[in-house]
């Protein structure tokens, strides 16, 4: 009768399950277990003002002696345009290329039992992405070349690159049960530790293993070789996050050669590069233009003017909201910590706030907003300096209790949400933040060595605020600093961008800004006489103040193109984006595919529709022998407390890891029911 009890009950009942909450999991931990396949993975930037080129070569080596079908998740930049796939085997060099989502699966599965080598690369998130790899024998090395460009980011005076290597472990909320996988879903592959639900269907896809590192061993290396061509004179290059090797190359002072100071470090965090203009040449205005299949594609920057009246600046009711869950064990919490009484201590006497701490609930300092007294803030430093980081990561809640506060008409309603932002189920939070946000803005900051960004900046943007991230506890202060003067400035509101000729346009419409951040738009704009000018007008209005800009914009080189440009592939990307936001509006994520295939197809991007693939032509495999399929793991994100997760050298499928959860689950029924039968 316990046995049946127990199988129901994990099969049909599995609770939320996350990495490190063990009381809840059902999902096998194992540490410090060998695995077949070696990784190591080099990065080549081309930096040339707004746009970097990113070739990410991946080098799988098997060292077993079986032959092996690899499956590694691992993450991009959220804003990545994912174009270029190669595969290397010994002399061959196999070009990939992207197809509908289940034809590529179905040329990779012919491939896979043809005993060819292949290579399958799947977008999960828009930043995570899962590679498949077919058939490689006992001792082979294969080489993946991934080609993808991202947008180099400014905010108050500061160029920043932000590139991922791992992961922080997923919080996968909702009830576990297979009918949660949907039809034609189901994959081949290692899975990984973590059940589908209803509100993360994929789960087993986006939980790969993840150990540490043994004692003076590198898990995953990484090297780096970066060109940055600035296009100004620069006060400084930099990293928060490593060591770095800068210099300047002979005759060309406006560039950069980087390299790692170590030259290989382990992939255990996200790599930051920042530079910054010399004082007085920061721009005020950029612009890029291309040309491509008869149509000019735009992308400008402009500089709003700097204006405050300090009569324009409103009481605040500030809703503080941090993360205490276990994935923000260890460097983490303590960075939220600080960042959280930084917030606190910049409230003045009209203010007003409350402090909320979630992991696997929700629970409020004050019963509402209290004034922003001596002794209030007091009492929130208090249960700050107490919190403590353990459970799941139920972020829903969180932020349904933070909107149903509703401020005064007096006060300007805002809520920072300090969290590592690990969960699965964006999707759904994002349609929250879209239904219960009312008045209020949304400003996220991104805590620790490897935060889900995609969710993060998201979040803020559907929540009319802005994104602020930290990585280490030195940047607290300057990167803190920043968000908090944008909370006590007024915003250049009513931004209208007005285009010599109807165009398209990303975004749709030019959200509010805050103080330092510039107004970013890409355009597709159709052919115009040649000796008319392209004359943009942008407008807005600060603190009471209209403002008014004028740009015309430059004329495309004739230089012939190979392939789709950059800026034209930046132009779909947003355009997907764009497409992938109406649909978490909606609240059904999967409504814009309609919509998006096109257009992936046409500026030849991975989408959630769009896959890569590659296959050698010549079988390597012989029939008598199999391949078993395995995982590579990943990393811990530096500084972590959690342990190792995942299936290192599984061949098991889903059904495998319920049996084995439910063998666990029985034993321990079992011995509570033997020890209730003692105490009896």
């Not at 004082?279 to 003017?305: E, N």
């Not at 061949?651 to 105490?679: C, E, K, M, S």
């Amino acid at each position: 009768m316990v046995k049946k009890i127990g199988l129901w009950l994990l099969v049909c009942l599995c609770p939320a399950t996350w990495a490190d909450e063990r009381e809840h999991s059902g999902q096998l931990m194992l540490e410090g277990a060998g695995q077949a396949m070696h990784l190591s993975s080099h990065y080549r930037l081309q930096i040339q003002g707004l746009a970097a080129r990113v070739e990410l070569t991946q080098t799988f080596k098997n060292t077993s002696q079986e032959w092996v079908n690899a499956t590694y998740v691992f993450p991009l930049p959220e804003d990545s345009a994912v174009s270029r796939l190669t595969m290397t085997v010994g002399k061959r060099v196999i070009e990939g290329e992207i197809q509908e989502k289940q034809q590529a699966r179905q040329t990779f599965e012919a491939a896979k039992r043809a005993g060819k080598k292949a290579t399958l690369i799947e977008q999960q998130r828009p930043n995570l992405f899962r590679q498949q790899l077919a058939n490689v024998g006992p001792g082979e090395t294969v080489k993946i070349i991934l080609g993808y460009n991202q947008q180099v980011i400014y905010d108050a005076g500061e160029f920043r690159l932000r590139l991922p290597t791992t992961l922080t472990p997923r919080y996968i909320p909702g009830i576990s049960h297979a009918e949660f996988q949907p039809e034609g879903e189901v994959q081949t592959g290692a899975s990984g530790w973590a059940l589908p639900t209803a509100e993360v269907p994929d789960a087993p896809q986006i939980t790969p293993p993840q150990w540490h590192s043994p004692a003076g061993e590198i898990l995953n290396p990484m090297t780096l070789d970066v060109h940055l061509d600035a296009g100004m004179p620069l006060a400084q290059v930099g990293s928060a996050t490593h060591k770095l090797a800068v210099q300047t190359p002979q005759g060309a002072p406006l560039q950069r050669e980087i390299s790692l100071a170590a030259g290989k470090v382990e992939m255990d965090r996200d790599l930051e590069l920042s530079w910054r203009a010399q004082p007085g040449k920061s721009p005020v205005a950029a612009q890029f233009v291309t040309q491509w299949q008869g149509d000019r594609y735009a992308q400008i920057l402009l500089m709003p003017p700097q204006q405050l009246d300090s009569e324009q600046v409103l009481p605040r009711e500030l809703i503080l909201v941090v993360d205490t869950s276990g994935s923000m064990g260890g460097t983490s919490i303590e960075q939220a910590r600080a960042s959280a009484l930084m917030a606190l201590q910049q409230l003045a006497e009209g203010d007003r706030f409350n402090l909320l701490f979630f992991a696997s609930d929700t629970r409020a300092v004050f019963p509402q907003a209290v004034v922003a007294s001596a002794d209030n803030k007091a009492i929130a430093r208090q249960a700050l300096q107490k919190m403590r980081a353990g459970g799941g990561t139920e972020m829903h809640g969180a932020l349904a209790r933070a909107f149903a506060h509703k401020a005064p008409e007096s006060h300007l309603q805002q809520v920072v949400f300090v969290t590592d932002g690990s969960v699965g189920n964006e999707s759904q939070l994002l349609n929250l933040i879209h239904r219960e946000l009312g008045q209020a803005r949304l400003f996220t900051v991104a805590i620790g060595s490897a935060p889900n960004r995609f969710f993060m900046r998201r979040a803020a943007e559907f929540g009319r605020g802005s994104f602020t991230e930290i990585a280490t506890a030195e940047q607290v202060q300057a990167r803190m600093q920043p968000l908090l003067s944008k909370l006590q400035k007024p915003v250049v509101s009513n931004v209208r961008i007005d285009w010599p000729q109807p165009v398209q346009a990303f975004p749709r419409q030019v959200p509010d800004l805050y103080w330092g951040e510039p107004v970013q738009v890409i355009a597709k704009l159709p052919p115009w006489p040649s000796r008319s000018d392209a004359r943009v007008v942008v407008s807005g209005e600060s603190a009471g103040l209209r403002w008014r800009r004028e740009l015309v914009l430059g004329m495309p080189s004739d230089a012939e193109q190979t392939g789709v440009p950059v800026l034209a592939q930046r132009f779909g990307r947003a355009q997907i984006a764009f497409l992938e936001d109406e649909a978490y509006r909606a609240g059904d994520s999967e409504s814009s595919r309609a919509e998006i295939l096109p257009v992936a197809l046409n500026y030849q991007l991975m989408s959630r529709y769009t896959s890569l693939v590659a296959v050698d032509k010549t079988p390597t495999r012989p029939e008598s022998q199999a391949a078993r399929d395995t995982a590579v793991a990943n990393a811990m994100p530096a500084g972590s407390q959690m342990r190792a997760v995942g299936y290192p050298q599984t061949a098991a499928g889903t059904l495998w890891h319920w049996l084995l959860g439910a063998l666990a689950l029985i034993g321990l029924l079992a011995v509570q029911y033997r020890g209730g039968r003692h105490a009896g």
